[in-house]
């Protein structure tokens, strides 16, 4: 080849770059991947970045997808409140407060003018016909004690007998034969002690012979309360009770007591 038919070559144009020869170390030449080639835009626009995706706006049909939402959620909570709703009325029905066990304070009557009950005055009536009624069936009259009679309201040994003598053992129970007042309690001639009761019809009941008495003048007794002992005080030939009345006073004249006990239904 001449010079003038071809240029020389000197070296490599400035513009191309001669690639190192790899060594054997760094292995062999992989071949780049190809890059993806971009979307061809239309003529006479230039070519577009890639463009974000962004959310659609709710629209015109956002109230329903709420309201479904909502719905949704009532619908899943339903069963839990029906759970508990179960659980608190068993625990108030172990309780008596369940709704059907219908517990009333006022003794399960319906209506306010069924529990007004009765005014005072008509309590007050009742009262006054039980404590008659009470009355009624408290004995007037009882033996003066529970004994054996030994001396009759009769003669004994050339001398009158006054009363009568009720034969017990020490410490039996005198109770007093009527209602009455105290008008004397202590010692005697010839009693030992004795108590003196005046009845409401001017009576005097005389108790003598015992060594412990209860009651003391002025005292109001009913028939039947204890007022003293069987004693073996005084002229006594054994424990005893004497017991006398005097009709009209405490010197009145002696009457017969199994005989007016008698006639009172109590019989000695």
């Excluded at 009325?89 to 009950?117: K, Q």
């Excluded at 009145?252 to 008698?262: E, H, N, S």
Aim: aromatic share 4%; proline share 8%.
């Amino acid at each position: 080849m001449t010079r003038s038919s071809a240029q020389v070559l000197e070296g490599p144009p400035s513009d191309v770059v001669v690639p190192r020869p790899r060594t054997a170390a760094e292995g062999p030449v992989r071949a780049p991947l190809p890059a993806a080639a971009p979307a061809a835009a239309p003529a006479g626009e230039p070519t577009p970045r890639a463009r974000r995706r962004l959310p659609h706006p709710p629209g015109r049909r956002a109230h329903l997808w709420l309201a479904a939402l909502v719905a949704g959620a009532v619908l899943a909570g339903i069963p839990a409140i029906t759970a508990e709703r179960a659980d608190v009325t068993a625990s108030a029905s172990d309780y008596g407060l369940g709704a059907g066990t219908e517990v009333s304070f006022a003794g399960g009557l319906e209506g306010a003018d069924a529990r007004r009950g009765i005014t005072e005055a008509e309590a007050q009536a009742r009262l006054g016909e039980l404590a008659a009624s009470r009355a009624a069936r408290q004995p007037k009259i009882v033996a003066p004690t529970q004994g054996t009679l030994t001396t009759c309201f009769c003669r004994r040994w050339g001398t009158m007998h006054y009363g009568l003598d009720l034969a017990a053992p020490l410490g039996t129970p005198i109770l007093a034969a009527t209602d009455g007042v105290v008008v004397r309690a202590g010692r005697a001639s010839g009693y030992g002690n004795a108590v003196y009761i005046q009845d409401a019809d001017g009576n005097v009941h005389i108790y003598g012979h015992m060594r412990y008495y209860s009651v003391s003048a002025g005292d109001l007794v009913t028939a039947g309360d204890q007022i003293a002992k069987i004693g073996n005080e005084g002229q006594s030939t054994g424990p005893h009770l004497h017991y006398e009345i005097h009709r009209g006073g405490m010197d009145g004249r002696p009457i017969d007591p199994r005989a007016w006990l008698a006639e009172r239904g109590v019989a000695i």
